[in-house]
């Protein structure tokens, strides 16, 4: 089955140690985000690919990049985890074009916990 | 500002009754409409969408939702709840204007009891 894939499932870090996020997708969707959720918050945006074009939320932390070398991968790294940065963090996808959005696919989420 | 309303952090219904999940928003132009399920430690499920013709859209698991453009409003509906339901639940709109990303509702928890 087509499906947005995320790895690991669940990581663990020490403060201010880098840590990588992956995300991987089988649905050859144009457009891939990374979200932050905090605990049955609403998904905050970080930032998304429009193809190959990266956008960045006004209020992403320069400590948050990203990285999407193909249509399939794409990478969050956290240059510095600090304590505020344990959260649930989804990854999604979407096919648009400019003229029409659909729905976005999460996949099942990266829990991080700091320590 | 744009936004999206959930008015109630939680709902709870008997399983069998009718549900309702309310969601308003004010965005700016012809909103695209999401609602989106998450169950506990998992990611979001889409459920149903509103983009354009009839007002009452059908989604999985039995959900519908109908669009009303006067009030502002597209509230997530099932005429008879399980307790699998039991989950939480995101309304999201995206406004007309293309450089807008969604917009995220608080979330509902909605709790079916047996």
């Known amino acids: 089955d087509a499906m947005v894939i995320q790895n690991p499932r669940y990581q663990v870090t020490q403060f201010g140690k880098p840590v990588t996020l992956s995300c991987s997708q089988t649905?050859?969707?144009?457009?891939m985000y990374w979200y932050q959720q905090k605990s049955s918050q609403a998904p905050k945006l970080l930032f998304h690919?429009?193809?190959?074009?990266?956008?960045n939320e006004a209020d992403t932390p320069d400590n948050f990049q990203s990285r999407r070398p193909n249509t399939s991968f794409c990478f969050l790294d956290i240059r510095s985890p600090g304590l505020g940065d344990a959260a649930m963090y989804l990854c999604a996808t979407g096919r648009e074009t400019r003229a029409n959005r659909n729905e976005q696919f999460f996949g099942p989420g990266t829990r991080l916990t700091v320590l | 500002a744009q936004s999206v309303a959930q008015p109630e952090d939680q709902v709870n219904v008997a399983e069998g009754n009718p549900l309702t999940v309310k969601c308003t928003y004010s965005?700016?132009?012809?909103?695209?409409l999401f609602w989106y399920v998450q169950y506990p430690n998992r990611g979001l499920q889409f459920l149903l969408k509103y983009i354009t013709g009839d007002n009452l859209v059908k989604g999985s698991y039995g959900f519908e939702a109908e669009f009303n453009k006067s009030q502002t409003s597209f509230h997530l509906k099932k005429p008879s709840a399980l307790v699998s339901d039991s989950a939480l639940y995101f309304c999201?709109?995206?406004?007309?204007?293309?450089?807008?990303?969604?917009?995220w509702g608080a979330g509902t928890k909605l709790i079916i009891k047996p």
């Open positions: 965005v700016s132009g012809n909103p695209y």
């Open positions: 690919y429009y193809d190959k074009d990266f956008n």
């Open positions: 649905l050859n969707h144009n457009v």
């Open positions: 999201a709109v995206r406004p007309g204007d293309s450089n807008y990303q969604l917009i």
